[in-house]
């Protein structure tokens, strides 16, 4: 694991609240981050591609993904307190989920990644929407192979429990 730092991962499986949260932290006053294949999927759309299309070849799509999460991490300061929607492991449960082999470039991040705590956030119903295909039982599985990977790179995990939107941010807060 590389130097510690403030840095605090908000994660869980699809439709589990995780935008919703960090947009509130961001509101707060919080330095937070964006969904990157959320954004990927966004700016691929832009060029008269189909979610279908985008999603077609899952190995590039997680690559890319990959890529924006790395360069995200990057350029953020190991002081500044920073939230983030998902972070470099969440792709290595993709991979898991996709069963798709880990590169070397996933297995390097992996080496090198540090965060002060994650936030998995307890699953709420499945919303479906433009960018989601998953179904009930991918979210559970995706949901499960995320708390695998982050316990076993052994960093302190806060499940966070289904509650409001704003609640469920003080919960967060209470447990930095």
Do not use: C
């Amino acid at each position: 694991m590389a130097t510690a730092n403030n840095w605090y991962v908000v994660t869980g499986g699809p439709s589990s609240g995780k935008t919703t949260t960090v947009n509130i932290l961001k509101t707060r006053g919080y330095k937070t981050t964006i969904e990157h294949a959320r954004h990927y999927i966004d700016t691929e759309l832009v060029t008269g591609q189909t979610v279908e299309q985008i999603r077609a070849n899952q190995i590039a799509f997680q690559q890319a993904v990959l890529d924006m999460q790395i360069a995200e991490e990057k350029n953020h300061d190991p002081k500044d307190l920073v939230f983030f929607d998902r972070a470099i492991p969440d792709t290595f449960a993709y991979y898991r989920f996709l069963h798709i082999e880990p590169d070397q470039k996933l297995l390097s991040a992996l080496e090198h990644v540090s965060y002060k705590k994650i936030f998995i956030l307890d699953l709420l119903p499945l919303a479906p929407d433009y960018a989601r295909i998953e179904n009930s039982v991918d979210q559970k599985s995706i949901h499960d192979l995320l708390v695998e990977v982050y316990t076993s790179l052994s960093f302190p995990i806060v499940h966070v429990p289904v509650l409001p939107p704003e609640e469920r941010v003080d919960f967060i807060l209470k447990h930095i």
